[in-house]
């Protein structure tokens, strides 16, 4: 069954094209085709696939391979299909197709034509897909992603648990391989347990992706974020990115600010339906989307190598998920930015969906969250930090940089007697307990379940107090990267001692960390501030100059300074700086039509005002927001369109009329135009109606009293002068 060396390297310049293979590929190809089971934990971009695609090639009968993600299907069998000839030596066998098309693929599968059939867990569990396996030669069984067997694992499928026990209905015997890019070394032990591997063939690459550059960045508000996203993306025209969140709405939100602002941006969740999802799929693959907004399915076999950043706008509920996603980046060696923002509310809204769990999956939820919040607030490297957690040790010193704790390092403190303090106490607390209940220990903090212990009456009980909880973290974490302190995942994250640590109590060495960050604290410098933000108030010498210019404006259009600009768009522009039309758009007040009608002069005084002022102003000063319409203003504009009375119009929606003017004003003055002719012709005469719009743009004041005591002897009412000044607004300022 074997191949020699020769035979494995033509079949990979006969099958791909390439001359030689990456890593251990050469030697997981030989174990395969030796007939090995074989466990793969390769990083994401490392080329798992090749592993078990150029074996299937080369063996007699058809490979199973077990798929968590149609997504990922449909990808690797189009991949696989650009190197042969003909469509049919790749399957995939999942509740997408049609009648017609899976009694196609099980024709091609009988007829030995097929070498490679993607199946879906849930399809792999039917007793027709049994079935259709026994009657077929299986040359082996490739489990991708394979961590989705462990409830540890990050994307754990019940279905994956029955993997053996269908291999063994088949009744044949084939090897198995297993493949994963995110394994924990718990990950690593359930996997090979559960599909029962007969001492397998472990293949471990390294986790380090030296390409990838890890930062974590303070979320004061989604606003914020997205306004540090939006200025991040405009530096990287062109470039291919994703954005995780957590939930649909925040996806297409997200991409819809991105959108309006400039950036060729989709969404992409559950909830749009399949061929959309595949058409945005292929948009990304054909750059005619920059960025995807995403929720965690989307990025699983998409094989795009340029993808240059990753961002998680909502910060990941693993560093599983963390690790895998940020590894989408830089697939194909070269520059990948993987930016996460964090804020304890997220942390919040993570736990909080572990209401409705179990006992036992709420506190492995909560140990993988805890992780991730360690993650954030660390201030050592995190590159060490996440290779730690699989399990594999790295030298910061090789980090070069490429992260922000290596790039802007925290002053480091001597702590050596404190964590022989935290490693005597583990001891004494009997290595039972994880480390929340340690520091709650060490800070003299009573609760039940000390109290229970009776360890509040022990002698070393708060002798940490002087220093808090972040302190604290910041010493065990470290002592735990260095090996000093052992973690026991499947007893709950209880804190363990071993031989390393013995030896540092015997002979103990000097121990420096850099305390935690604390996201409460942190003003997150260096993001992109509102501009608004960044100065207390608007600038007072631009603020006059633009007013000046409103009055003169006025003047040559025999309006009233009002209707050009309001006081509170002049403010806007005295804070913001806006040099160019187009960012004037984005101004408080200012819709396209008044930025073309009145706004030329005012981005010309401003410039000129910057330029001689020397003035700082941010290159993406502000956030275009997306029109605030809810859905009581469209009903509003949509039945003045239909020309309905307003009287109706206002018991439709249950609002007074009064209120319904104030909507109307507010409508206007977000730049939308309104015709209310069709009311106001029925209600006031003609000529009044003139004299009041002369009225109107002689004025210099916009005040409605004034007016109607002008007008209260021409039998007039009130509502009705508000409804002429908002058509005179519209009309004249819109």
């Known amino acids: 069954m074997g191949a020699t060396t020769t035979d494995v390297k033509e079949g990979l310049k006969e099958y791909f094209g390439f001359d030689k293979f990456k890593g251990e590929q050469e030697k997981i190809v030989q174990s395969l085709l030796s007939g090995h089971d074989t466990f793969v934990i390769m990083p994401t971009g490392g080329g798992k696939s090749l592993c078990y695609q150029l074996p299937a090639l080369m063996m007699e009968g058809v490979a199973i391979i077990i798929s968590p993600l149609i997504a990922l299907m449909k990808n690797q069998v189009d991949l696989i299909r650009n190197y042969s000839e003909s469509d049919d030596i790749a399957h995939f066998l999942n509740s997408s197709l049609t009648k017609t098309e899976k009694n196609r693929v099980i024709k091609d599968i009988r007829s030995g034509r097929t070498k490679m059939l993607y199946v879906a867990p849930e399809t792999l569990t039917k007793q027709e897909t049994v079935d259709l396996f026994m009657e077929i030669k299986v040359s082996f069984v490739a489990v991708d992603e394979a961590h989705c067997i462990s409830e540890w694992g990050h994307d754990f499928r019940p279905e994956y648990r029955r993997i053996r026990e269908i291999v063994e209905a088949i009744n ?135 993808i240059r950043f ?59 969250i805890n992780e991730t919040v360690a993650y954030a607030e660390s201030a050592e490297c995190r590159r060490k930090f996440v290779l730690h957690y699989f399990g594999e040790e790295y030298d910061a010193s090789r980090c070069n940089a490429m992260c922000d704790n290596c790039r802007h390092p925290k002053e480091k403190v001597e702590v050596t007697q404190d964590t022989l303090l935290a490693v005597e106490s583990i001891r004494l607390l009997k290595e039972n307990h994880d480390l929340p209940y340690l520091i709650k220990f060490l800070t003299g903090k009573k609760s039940k379940e000390i109290a229970d212990f009776g360890y509040d009456q022990m002698e070393q009980f708060g002798k940490g107090a002087e220093h808090d909880e972040q302190y604290w973290n910041s010493v065990i974490r470290n002592a735990m990267m260095i090996g000093l302190i052992d973690k026991d995942i499947e007893k709950y994250g209880t804190l363990k001692l071993n031989e390393k640590t013995r030896n540092f109590v015997a002979k103990p060495f000097t121990i420096e960390v850099a305390l935690n960050h604390n996201f409460d604290d942190e003003s997150g410098d260096g993001m992109v501030e509102e501009a608004a933000e960044a100065r207390a108030s608007a600038d007072p010498a631009l603020f006059n100059i633009l007013k000046d210019l409103c009055r003169k404006e006025g003047k040559t259009h025999n309006l009233p300074p009002y209707v050009i600009f309001q006081e509170t768009s002049l403010e806007d522009m005295a804070t ?159």
């Open 172 to 306: 044949q015997e084939f090897p198995i391989i297993a493949l994963t890019a995110t394994a924990t070394p718990k990950v690593q032990s359930d996997i090979a347990k559960t599909l029962q591997l007969r001492d397998p063939n472990i293949f471990v690459s390294s986790f380090n992706r030296s390409n990838l550059y890890y930062e974590i960045r303070p979320k004061k508000s989604g606003q914020h974020a997205i306004k540090n996203i939006l200025q991040y993306i405009k530096t990287k025209p062109g470039k291919s990115g994703i954005i995780y969140v957590t939930n649909r709405k925040t996806a297409d939100d997200v991409a819809k600010m991105l959108k309006v602002n400039g950036i060729k941006a989709v969404s992409y969740h559950a909830g749009i339906d399949t061929k959309i999802r595949s058409k945005i799929q292929d948009q990304f693959l054909m750059e005619d989307a920059d960025v995807i907004v995403a929720t965690i399915a989307f990025g699983m076999g998409i094989d795009k190598p340029d």
């Open 576 to 734: 913001k700086y806006p040099i160019t039309m187009e960012e004037l758009t984005h101004i408080t007040g200012v819709s396209k039509g008044k930025a073309d009608r009145y706004g030329k002069k005012f981005v010309e005084v401003i410039k000129t005002y910057v330029e001689e002022n020397d003035i700082d102003r941010p290159e993406d000063f502000v956030l275009k927001s997306i029109a605030n319409k809810s859905g009581e203003k469209i009903k509003i504009i949509q039945a003045i369109d239909k020309k309905i009375s307003l009287d109706d119009l206002a018991k439709s929606i249950n609002i007074s009329f009064a209120d319904l003017i104030k909507e109307l004003e507010t409508i206007v003055h977000s730049g939308t135009k309104l015709n209310l002719d069709y009311y106001l012709n029925d209600k006031v005469d003609e000529d009044l109606m003139v004299d009041i719009y002369e009225y109107y743009r002689t004025t210099e004041s916009d005040s409605i009293e004034e007016a109607f005591q002008e007008f209260k002897g021409d039998d007039i009412e009130i509502e009705d002068l508000k409804l002429i000044h908002i058509k005179f607004l519209s009309e004249m300022g819109n």
């Open 310 to 368: 990753i961002i998680h706008y909502d910060i990941p509920k693993s560093l599983e998920n963390y690790y895998q996603e940020t590894g989408r980046a830089g697939r194909d060696g070269m520059e990948g930015e993987c930016i996460t923002y964090f804020s304890y509310k997220d942390i919040l809204k993570l736990e909080k969906l572990l209401r409705d769990k179990t006992v036992a999956e709420r506190e492995r939820g909560l140990q993988l």
